[in-house]
């Protein structure tokens, strides 16, 4: 009997590249746990590269992979970032390694990226085939509730994060789809359906 011949790639179907947006506040962060949790697809998650200082409970090498300015700096001169940026309104640099996207992609994943409007729009130029996806709050005035309702924030990060989320609104619709993130269990689910759907 005749065996076919050995070639990895023909067996492999290529990954995709998916970039999640949304503004802060909008529960990005839990949606997305649940969606890998649940979600029936060959999901990764990239783990970016940031300046800020790390938060009570994140994990390096978990939440962010965290960097000094000199190793950020050095990755930049390399040409190791897909895409970086520092992000509006925040004052510290985050940035997306090219090396585990690009082998995850080898290996068929789907690999999620976490990014603000600024660095999507640098990904897509590499990947203009990437499943472009906005968590939406509904209106700037439910986020504002919702910050509120967090009771985390002083009145001046409150105003600051409201600024930097009108900017992020206002370019929802440059992104594939728009989910409004009216319960996390529905929000993680519609976006599991779009993925599904774009695979099939
Ligand atoms: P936080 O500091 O609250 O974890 O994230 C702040 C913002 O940085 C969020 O809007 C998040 O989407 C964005 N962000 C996180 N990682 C990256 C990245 O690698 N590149 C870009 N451009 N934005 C990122």
Not at 36 to 52: G, H, K, Q, W, Y
Not at 62 to 77: G, I, P
Not at 190 to 200: F, G, H, S, V, W
């Amino acid at each position: 009997m005749d065996t076919p011949p050995h070639n990895p790639s023909s067996q492999t179907k290529p990954g995709r590249v998916v970039i999640v947006s949304g503004p802060s506040g909008v529960g990005k962060t839990t949606v997305l746990k649940k969606l890998f949790a649940e979600c029936d697809m060959p999901l990764v998650e990239s783990i970016s590269a940031t300046t800020r200082p790390k938060r009570p409970g994140e994990v390096d090498g978990v939440s962010y992979r965290y960097l000094t300015d000199e190793e950020f700096q050095k990755h930049l001169a390399n040409d190791n970032f897909l895409e970086s940026c520092e992000v509006f309104g925040r004052g510290y640099w985050y940035g997306t390694l090219r090396g585990p996207v690009t082998t995850s992609l080898l290996e068929g994943k789907w690999i999620l990226l976490e990014i603000d409007v600024e660095g999507a729009a640098k990904v897509l130029k590499h990947y203009p085939d990437a499943v472009t996806i906005f968590i939406h709050p509904g209106s700037l005035e439910e986020l504002e509730r919702r910050l509120r309702g967090r009771d985390t924030e002083t009145e001046e990060s409150l105003i600051r994060r409201l600024e930097v989320a009108k900017r992020e609104l206002d370019a929802a619709d440059t992104y594939r789809q728009i989910v409004t993130n009216v319960s996390v269990e529905q929000t993680a689910s519609d976006i599991c359906r779009l993925l599904q759907a774009e695979k099939n």
